[in-house]
């Protein structure tokens, strides 16, 4: 079986007829380019109005969201009756609850103690009875714990 090899004319022929092709493709690449972007210019100057009192109306929006789950959203005092019945059945004090808020917060022993007004053991002895009562012996898995019962957000 004999092998044909192209002449020198064929493969000038296919190298011409594929930047042909490629110029062809990028011409009318670009002239849709150019029709979406007369598009888009016709469309911005024809409905300036409307852009413009949309993007004031989503601004307000947002700002409304966020004033609104800041001014209207639930004391850190009030504590849903879900959390006292989670705390009531673990057997958690209020000021293990406390403490627990504050180790959810990253709050070390240290600052705990004096923002509570107690001693750094007291707080010490507060984690450990925690520990014990979420069945845990690390920091991070009491506040996982906390947050899979609902006793933090």
């Not at 001014?71 to 849903?80: E, K, R, S, T, Y």
């Not at 209020?94 to 959810?104: C, I, K, S, T």
């Not at 004096?114 to 506040?143: C, D, G, M, W």
Request: aromatic content about 10%.
């Amino acid at each position: 079986m004999a092998v044909r090899s192209e002449t020198g004319r064929s493969v000038l022929v296919r190298r011409f007829f594929n930047r042909s092709l490629l110029v062809y493709g990028l011409a009318i690449g670009g002239g849709a380019f150019l029709l979406q972007w007369l598009q888009y210019r016709f469309t911005v100057h024809a409905f300036a109005a409307e852009i413009y009192i949309g993007a004031v109306a989503l601004a307000f929006l947002a700002l409304g969201v966020f004033a609104g789950r800041r001014l209207f959203a639930a004391p850190a005092g009030d504590q849903p009756e879900a959390r006292q019945q989670v705390l009531a059945t673990l057997n958690i004090s209020g000021r293990e609850a406390e403490v627990l808020d504050l180790l959810a917060e990253g709050c070390s022993n240290k600052e705990i103690a004096e923002r509570l007004f107690v001693s750094p053991n007291t707080v010490k002895s507060h984690v450990a009875r925690l520990y014990r009562k979420l069945s845990v012996s690390r920091r991070t898995q009491a506040i996982q714990a906390a947050r899979q019962l609902g006793l933090i957000a």
